[in-house]
Every structure is written in structure tokens, then in C-alpha cells.
């Protein structure tokens, strides 16, 4: 299911190339499985608040290792690109409430807000939010945001002409000098990328030409996210695999027939795990 309309990202918001080298270990978490890069972060991961949906996920989207290897830091502006059901929401607002810092969420459309329990300030601070699509203006004032993220949506650009390089020139513009892009995205390495990502699979070169063009260095990239069962030959895309899990054609019901057991067994979607910086 790719999703061709901003309608459909909004809905999903209410509804809650070459091998890469290893994962760069930042000072304080080596040798030590149990420890974080600070505590807040810590504390941010393990909260009871977050959803126990989004905490099964833990095993494939590794918080703790990605945001560290990401260069999240204490008291940052940070700013996720379409957070969705809010998986990264749980964890970075109220981690840059805890840390002095503030959490932005750039949606893909005014209306609607966030999941409703993303307004407990008491949790999750002052939340403020902006708008990305192919005709919105600036993400935020420019060079102004510590660190950007994008987890797993730059395939959902590519069939809207030039939407992907305005993201990048977006990101790039709202970002301070020296500032960080984080990137997760579903690889397609080493098959080509189809047409348009339509599978919901990209190319690492193709994601690295879009940041190197719109003026980021690619600073490091890391193997996290990996999933080498992932044969990325599924019949409905990236989506037949957890957690959407689709069974039947987009548009038509889920099929009840539909044997999930070997896509369940391959998990969640190999992915890429990029860190650019703009330049100071």
C-alpha cells in the first residue's frame, strides 16, 4: 500500500547502496548493553507512557542505538517529519521536555493534530507543530532546528514531481549550521529501486544524492536497522510485512485467507540508517 494522497497520511496519524559499516558506539553505551547515551533518554524509552504497540516494536527499530548513532543530544530543537501513529513522538517530546530542548512535529497537513494523547503537557510538554507537503512554506525560521528526522516516509514523496528534493531543501533550510538530518528508510540494496519506490524499498545512493544535493555531507551510516531475512520480494510491498500486515490489493478488503506466518517470520523491513550534517 503506498500511500498517494495526503488524506491517507493524515488518516494513518488518527489511526495512531553499498553495505554500510557498523554502528559507531557513542561514549557511555560501549561494552554496556543496559546503558543509554544520557539518562533522560533512558527514561524517555522506558516510560510506562509509551504505548505497548510501539514498545514490541523495540526489536526492529532499536530507539536506544538509533538515536544515539542520530547524535540526539540534551536541550536540541527537534523536528520529525510526519511522526504518523507517534512512535518517535513517545519518546522525543517528552524527551526534550526533560532535557530543556523542544520537540517540533511536522504534519502533513494542518488538520488533523496529533493523536489526542500527545496534549498532555505533563508528559509531553509544550508540542509545537508545522506542516510539510509539496506546497507548504518553510519547516520552521530558517537555522533554527538542531536536528531533523525522517523515519521511513521519503518513499511516500516519490510520485509527487519534485516533492523529494523540496523535503531535502526544506530540511537543509531549517536546520542550523552544523545541524543533523537523521534518516530511517526501507532499503532496497542491492536490487535496483522500482519505479517511483513503489514497493516502499529505495536505493541508499538515491536517498545519499538527494541529501549531497540539496548541500548535506553524509557524516555516517549504520547497519541497526539491518534485516537480512528481508527478501524484499513481498506481494504487497514493504506493507505485506509488519506491522501493516496488508493481505489484498490497496483499495480492496483485507483477505481473510491470506497465510502471514512467513512475512511475521521475517519481522519488520531492512533498513537504512543515514546521519548527514549540514556544514557549519
Do not use: C
Amino acid at each position: 500500500m503506498k500511500f498517494r494522497t495526503f488524506g491517507a497520511i493524515a488518516g494513518l496519524i488518527l489511526a495512531g547502496a553499498a553495505s554500510a559499516p557498523a554502528f559507531a558506539v557513542p561514549p557511555g553505551v560501549a561494552g554496556q548493553p543496559g546503558s543509554y547515551a544520557d539518562g533522560a533518554l533512558a527514561t524517555a524509552v522506558r516510560s510506562p507512557q509509551r504505548s505497548p504497540k510501539n514498545v514490541a516494536r523495540d526489536q526492529y527499530r532499536h530507539p536506544r542505538e538509533s538515536l544515539s548513532f542520530w547524535g540526539l543530544r540534551p536541550g536540541m530543537t527537534v523536528l520529525e517529519i510526519w511522526p504518523g501513529g507517534g512512535y518517535w513522538t513517545e519518546i522525543l517530546a517528552p524527551y526534550a521536555k526533560a532535557t530543556g530542548g523542544t520537540y517540533i512535529a511536522a504534519l502533513p497537513a494542518a488538520s488533523p493534530p496529533l493523536p489526542a494523547r500527545f496534549s498532555d503537557k505533563a508528559v509531553y510538554g509544550a508540542i509545537a507543530t508545522t506542516v510539510f507537503n509539496d506546497k507548504s512554506g518553510p519547516l520552521a525560521a530558517p537555522g533554527t532546528a538542531d536536528w531533523v528526522l525522517t523515519s521511513r516516509n521519503i518513499h511516500d514523496w516519490m510520485d509527487t514531481p519534485g516533492m523529494p528534493e523540496k523535503a531535502f531543501a526544506d530540511f537543509y533550510a531549517a536546520l542550523k549550521p552544523g545541524g543533523i538530518l537523521a534518516v530511517e528508510q526501507h532499503r532496497a540494496d542491492p536490487r535496483p529501486m522500482a519505479k517511483s519506490a513503489s514497493d516502499g524499498y529505495m536505493s541508499t545512493a538515491y536517498v545519499v544524492k538527494l541529501a549531497q544535493d540539496a548541500g548535506f555531507k553524509l557524516e555516517d551510516q549504520s547497519e541497526i536497522n539491518a534485516n537480512p531475512k528481508d527478501t524484499k520480494d513481498h506481494p504487497f510491498g514493504v506493507w505485506t510485512l509488519p506491522p501493516t500486515r496488508q493481505s489484498a490489493p490497496q483499495g480492496q478488503p483485507p483477505n481473510p485467507a491470506f497465510d502471514h506466518a512467513k512475512y511475521d517470520a521475517i519481522g519488520e523491513s531492512d533498513r537504512m540508517t543515514l546521519r548527514f550534517r549540514k556544514p557549519a
